[in-house]
């Protein structure tokens, strides 16, 4: 099952943006492992989104605790679980 995670600032941006080096370098982990295909903020730029890989429900919400806005509390998230009826040959 693919994954929505929308992620919402709880805090100032510029606490977020305090913890957004350790942010990025836990992205780029989980980009490698394949368990994050695309990340990036949303347009308001009060939070985020991120869309897994075909991953379980479980170990979805293993991602979002290990975030480390979730750890440091600058950051809640949702997450809407699919199944991919359709999808382009790129995606894992």
Not at 12 to 18: K, M, Q
Not at 35 to 54: F, K, M, P, Y
Not at 71 to 81: F, I, K, P
Not at 83 to 92: C, L
């Amino acid at each position: 099952m693919y994954h929505v995670l929308q992620l919402t600032y709880t805090q100032p941006i510029d606490v977020v943006d305090g913890v957004r080096p350790a942010h990025l370098e836990w992205l780029d982990a989980e980009i490698a492992a394949g368990n994050i295909l695309i990340s990036g903020r949303n347009e308001a730029g009060t939070g985020g989104v991120l869309i897994t890989g075909d991953i379980s429900a479980e170990n979805a919400q293993a991602l979002i605790a290990a975030d480390p806005y979730t750890a440091a509390g600058v950051a809640e998230y949702t997450r809407t679980g699919f199944n991919a009826g359709r999808k382009a040959d790129i995606i894992p």
